[in-house]
């Protein structure tokens, strides 16, 4: 389901239940979503993905306490 079919669902849902003042909301959150899956996309084409967390943290580097 896209932003947009989710966003016209969720308006018609709000006109049947008679909650039309909801709509803006609606909307500002589908603006939102559309925002955050755009910084994912471009995040994810600008930099290698990180590794995945081992469970333990890096050794310290040589001459550094433990």
Request: glycine share 8%; with cysteine; net charge negative.
């Amino acid at each position: 389901m896209t932003i947009d079919d989710w966003l016209a669902s969720a308006c018609a849902d709000a006109d049947r239940r008679g909650l039309a003042d909801l709509k803006p909301l609606l909307a500002s959150l589908a603006d939102a979503t559309r925002a955050l899956r755009g910084i994912d996309r471009d995040d994810a084409a600008g930099r290698p993905a990180d590794p995945a967390p081992s469970g333990s943290p890096e050794p310290p580097p040589d001459g550094a306490p433990r």
